[in-house]
């Protein structure tokens, strides 16, 4: 029996909608998927949360979607969990990726497999190659090897998983809040001069953001005008452990990058998920915009 520790956003239905039997859902109190929950849990109640899903019968355990880390309460510390308090603490202490890795280990100490999202829906990883009408320039290939690079030194301070790049300047970089609120911020900060509701003109897919983009950056730090806006670049964390927390993109994210009048999207191949791939597509080909899934250290 497979358990789904379902966090926020889209991919924790999207796994459901894919799956020949509903799993058990399980949310971590204060986080709400949009999932009917079965289990609610506390981490101060970790042991016991884990009891009950072994005499459930659970084997194998997914964990997918955004949770943030809780504030613990030391005086709800069940009897069951004070054994796992040491492996708590040390996951508490790490950056995302090497909490990560501590709460799948304890998973694994407790009998349980754990199944990456990708796994059951391997679908969401599309094929290498570009996926737009629209295709990436010569300089957008040099960005995507900078956002490249970029992502890896991110890496080592586990902090981020996408970056903005455009003519060889990292122009943003992802934090803890995300990659749209990377975009949402990069927007508001040039400023430009678009319509009221620019997400809702993208969406509708009835202006060119990209060309009024294009006009405003074309003097942006003296650099000569050309076709390039630059690109949102996102790719798993060099050495990360990809049952959990791999990269996502979707409906969006595209729409934020059009906002940001960016020229395309480049993704790892076979690292980073797209949600509802024909919206995405849809949205891009719009705006003249690209999809470029590239293979680590591709040209």
């Not at 039997?21 to 709400?32: K, T, W």
């Not at 990069?186 to 060309?211: C, I, K, R």
Request: glycine share 8%; charged share 20%; hydrophobic share 50%.
């Amino acid at each position: 029996m497979l358990a789904l520790i379902a966090g926020t956003g889209d991919l924790p239905p999207a796994l459901v909608a894919r799956l020949p039997e509903r799993p058990l859902v399980c949310a971590m109190d204060g986080f709400v998927p949009a999932l009917d929950v079965d289990v609610t849990f506390r981490l101060e109640q970790l042991g016991s949360f884990l009891a009950d899903l072994t005499a459930r019968g659970v084997t194998r355990i997914c964990m997918a979607g955004a949770v943030k880390r809780p504030q613990i309460d030391p005086g709800s510390i069940d009897a069951a969990t004070i054994p796992l308090i040491p492996k708590v603490q040390a996951a508490m202490a790490k950056g995302d990726d090497g909490a990560l890795r501590v709460i799948i280990a304890l998973l694994e100490d407790a009998g349980f497999t754990v199944v990456a999202a990708h796994e059951i829906a391997p679908d969401l990883l599309p094929a290498a190659g570009v996926l737009t009408s629209a295709v990436p320039e010569d300089w957008h290939r040099a960005d995507a090897a900078e956002g490249e690079a970029c992502v890896a030194a991110l890496g080592t301070t586990d902090s981020g998983q996408a970056c903005v790049v455009r003519v060889g300047q990292v122009l943003a970089k992802e934090d803890a809040d995300g990659t749209d609120a990377m975009l949402s911020r990069f927007f508001e900060a040039y400023d430009p001069p678009l319509p009221s509701d620019p997400l809702e003109f993208v969406a509708a897919m009835g202006t060119n953001t990209v060309q009024m983009f294009r006009d405003w950056l074309s003097g942006l730090d003296d650099v000569p005008a050309t076709a390039d806006d630059g690109i949102l670049f996102k790719a798993p964390k060099p050495g990360q452990d990809r049952r959990a927390d791999l990269p996502l993109i979707g409906p969006a994210t595209a729409m934020r990058a059009a906002e940001a009048g960016l020229s395309g999207i480049v993704i790892e191949a076979h690292g980073v998920m797209v949600l509802d791939l024909s919206a995405v597509r849809q949205i891009l080909d719009a705006q003249d915009m690209f999809l470029w899934v590239r293979p680590r250290g591709g040209v």
